[in-house]
Structure formats: structure tokens, C-alpha cells
């Protein structure tokens, strides 16, 4: 007898509605890319816990993976003129990304060829006329050819042409500075396939670093990437989120090894939720960001919904000063919808919430992770010109509702993410379990994770 459809491993959905419901009842014309999905059953053996508290697993990441991937290193807006610098460091590499005086973008090891001794101190951004080593003077010019040394005459062996600083692939896309170590990776287009053709680079080179967060974290870096890698999670750590959220109703896709997605409506209540709200009672609760203090002035017509008119306040007021939304979706300006790029980044392309997340290992740390939040807010269109914000640090016990300029309604969401994160390390280290056990669907982006990371790992 044949098996039903709904009872094969991965087929089945929660009950309600579902994203493409919501799309389809959407006010403007939803792009393909939002109405195609891309998901088949990946297995669904466990997932080792040794894959997070082994020492020797995350050693062979260091040298098998993050050698050889591509990462963003930092924005344009970082390096905006001839001489900026901007140094980039993940496990024990250290990338200097420059503006050389031809305004070209370029990336070396940050290792002066005389004796390895570093050109510029790891975490720091700045300018400098050239770059010169503090041991013993060796100097480089913006574009990495050595200048000069001190005692030449000491040098015969040395050749200065063939003394240029280590070159390291640097790819914009998308007003992001990527670098990988690797001189054979693929082209970064290529690699970044099919975001490029989904989002326009020029969605995220009309915004700029508004806000940026770093903060500690006592967990390997796999943990805390995958903390948002699914909506699971919603129901239990952010269960004040499931009046305006779809939570167990988020769909799921992924494409390439290397590219996977997840769209979170915004908008629609829980399913598991057991009260009735009207739709303006939704867009009353509808607060992220800034959409508390324009809640009360907004009124859900007769017939429509909040998603609806939450939408329509964004096309007005960033229309007001930045690019045109008339046409945009519903779905693209109010909901979550956020690509994961191996092995460590999420870009969220949505109007209303553009926020990028990167994940790298603090150090050498195996169970230390630096998580990098950066809010990109829409350039003004008149050219009026804007700060680029500068780093704010949190170690791991400091939460996000200190930092200033943070709504303390988000700061609470993700101080209850980041929370749960030692408790996953550490229950990783306690367990007898051999392995995580991953949901078919709603964990899918974690279980392509592993699989792309496998294969990094078995090359």
C-alpha cells in the first residue's frame, strides 16, 4: 500500500495558516522568490553533541572551514576613504581589509613578511598613510608592496618586489567587504547563489551600520548561530511575540550548500495561541523597533488587517526620505525574511527589521563565541550624510537593553535568545545522549548546516 504523503518523514506541516496563505492574500504583487519553496527531507539522524564540545572537531573547523569560506569582514561605509583600514579576525587569522589610494578595496594577512610579527592590532578600524610594522619597521604602501626596510644592505637574499603582503580574496556584494583565505574559492556570486538573484545588492547598499552590537557569548559558535536558524524556539523563549507572530507556521527553505532561508510572518497570531485578537488589537501589539510610538495612530479599516497597514506606514514614512516602496510587498517590508550564508552570517532583507547577524569563534575558544547584531538603516536619498556606528561591546552576563539607542522591547528579545545559549553548551557537556535530536521541518536549516559543514570537513 502506498504511503501517504502526509505521513512521509518531512511532509508534514502545522496546522493553520501558512506563509503562502499570507502571500497570497498579500496587497501588492509578491516576487517569485517569496512564493517558490525550496525543501526535500534531509534524514534525520541525530546531530553529535561532540560536534560543540570537542576540542579536536573545532580545531579541524579552523583549518578546514574557516580557512576556506567566504565571510563579510566588515562594510564599505567602514573604509570610505584612502588609507581606512578595517581588520577582520576570526580562530587565529587576521585579515587587514584597505582603501588603497586608488580606491580599489584590498585585503592582506595582517603579518609583515619579515617575521610574522602583526601590522595592526586585531578588532581595530583607523587610517594610516602606509602600513608599518612596530618590531622593526618594515614598511608596506596601501597596495601591499614593501616600500622600504630598514639596513637593506643586510638584505641581499631579499627581493622587494616579491615581498608584497600576502594577498587575501576581498568580493563586494551588497555594500559588504567578504574576504576568504582560500586564493582557489569559487567567485563570491557564485558562492552567495541564489541570494544575489533573490535580493537586489542594492537593498543593503542603500543602508548603512545605524547600530552594532558585540557581545560574548559562553557557548561554540554553531550554537549560537543556530538559535536563529529556526522559530521553534518562539513558543518557549519569546512567548510574548506569539500575538503578532506565526511562529510554528515559518517556512523553510535552502538552496545551495551554501544559502539556506526562513520567512517569519509578522502580522498573524500563533496558532497555539488561545485567545482571539482582532486585527487591530494586532497592530497595537505589533511592536518592534520604533512601532510602538505609532500604534496608537494607526486604525486597521474595516476588511483589512494589520499587516496591511503596518506595511503601508513603512511605504509612507521611509518613502518620505529614502527609496520608493509603493510597489513593494507586504511580506518584503513586515516580515522576517532572512538568509543564512555558511558558515556564520544571516541577512535579513525585510524593511521593517534589517538586521544582519555573524557568529565566528572568540579566539582559539571552542566554547566562546562573538556575536555580532548590526541594525542597517535606510541612507537618506537627499545624500544628507550619516554616522556609521562604531562597535558596542557586551560580554556575556551584560544585557542588550543598556546599550544606548536600543528599544528595550527588542533588547529583551534578545537577551531571552542569547540566554539560553551556556544552557545548551553546558547541557551539550552533561548529557549521556549521543546527539541532538532535529525536528523534519522546522529544524531543516540546522540539519543543512551540518551537511555543507560535513563536507567542508571531509575534503
Known amino acids: 500500500m502506498a504511503e501517504s504523503i502526509s505521513n512521509k518523514p518531512g511532509a508534514a506541516r502545522c496546522p493553520g495558516i501558512s506563509v503562502q496563505d499570507l502571500l497570497a492574500s498579500d496587497s501588492r504583487r509578491v516576487p517569485d522568490y517569496l512564493t517558490t519553496q525550496s525543501y526535500e527531507f534531509l534524514g534525520d539522524e541525530d546531530i553529535p553533541f561532540s560536534r560543540y564540545t570537542d576540542r579536536a572537531f573545532f580545531d ?6 574557516w580557512s576556506r569560506t567566504w565571510q563579510w569582514a566588515c562594510r564599505e561605509e567602514h573604509i570610505p576613504e584612502a588609507g581606512d583600514y578595517y581588520v577582520y579576525d576570526v580562530g587565529p ?4 581589509v584597505m582603501r588603497t589610494d586608488s580606491g580599489e578595496i584590498k585585503a592582506y594577512r595582517n603579518a609583515c613578511m619579515h617575521r ?6 586585531s578588532f581595530t578600524t583607523g587610517f594610516c598613510t602606509s602600513l608599518r610594522c612596530p618590531y622593526h619597521g618594515w614598511e608596506y604602501a596601501l597596495d601591499g608592496t614593501l616600500k622600504s626596510f630598514p639596513c637593506e644592505w643586510d638584505f641581499p637574499h631579499v627581493n622587494p618586489s616579491a615581498m608584497s603582503l600576502s594577498d587575501v580574496r576581498a568580493e563586494l556584494w551588497g555594500g559588504f567587504v567578504f574576504v576568504n583565505l582560500d586564493p582557489d574559492a569559487v ?4 558562492y552567495l547563489a541564489p541570494l544575489p538573484e533573490h535580493i537586489d545588492s542594492r537593498v543593503f547598499e542603500q543602508r548603512y551600520v545605524a547600530q552594532h552590537i558585540q557581545k560574548e557569548l559562553n557557548c561554540n559558535w554553531k550554537i549560537a548561530s543556530e538559535a536563529f536558524l529556526e522559530a521553534y524556539h518562539v513558543m518557549e523563549t519569546h512567548s510574548q511575540l506569539m500575538r503578532t507572530n506565526g511562529d510554528a507556521n515559518t517556512q523553510y527553505d535552502f538552496y545551495s550548500d551554501h544559502v539556506n532561508r526562513l520567512i517569519n510572518v509578522a502580522g498573524t497570531p500563533s496558532v497555539f495561541l488561545k485567545e482571539t485578537l482582532t486585527e487591530q488589537e494586532i497592530l497595537d501589539l505589533f511592536l518592534i523597533g520604533d512601532r510602538d ?9 474595516e476588511g483589512g488587517t494589520a499587516r496591511q497597514v503596518m506595511a503601508q506606514h513603512f511605504r509612507d514614512s ?10 513593494v510587498s507586504d511580506s518584503e517590508i513586515v516580515d522576517s525574511i532572512a538568509y543564512f550564508v555558511f558558515p556564520n552570517q544571516q541577512f535579513f532583507s525585510g524593511v521593517s527589521f534589517p538586521i544582519v547577524y555573524r557568529f565566528r569563534p572568540l579566539g582559539m575558544q571552542h566554547d566562546k563565541t562573538l556575536f555580532d547584531l548590526i541594525l542597517l538603516k535606510t541612507r537618506p536619498m537627499d545624500g544628507s550624510p550619516v554616522a556609521t556606528a562604531e562597535p558596542y561591546p557586551l560580554k556575556a552576563d551584560e544585557s542588550y537593553t543598556r546599550v544606548p539607542g536600543m528599544d528595550p522591547y527588542v533588547g529583551h528579545v534578545f537577551d531571552q535568545d542569547t540566554g ?4 545548551a553548551q553546558e547541557g551539550a557537556m552533561a548529557t549521556d545522549k549521543a546527539g541532538a535530536t532535529l525536528g523534519n521541518y522546522q529544524e531543516i536549516r540546522i540539519r ?5 559543514l560535513t563536507k567542508y570537513l571531509s575534503d
Open 293 to 301: 510610538d505609532v500604534g496608537a495612530e494607526l486604525k486597521v479599516p
Open 448 to 452: 543543512h548546516f551540518h551537511q555543507t
Open 420 to 423: 539560553n545559549m551556556q544552557a
Open 318 to 327: 521611509v518613502g518620505a526620505s529614502g527609496p520608493d516602496l509603493s510597489e
Open 187 to 190: 567567485p563570491l556570486l557564485e
Open 93 to 96: 587569522y587576521s585579515v587587514i
Open 60 to 65: 579541524e573547523e579552523i583549518v578546514k572551514v
Open 116 to 121: 610574522g610579527t602583526k601590522l595592526k592590532p
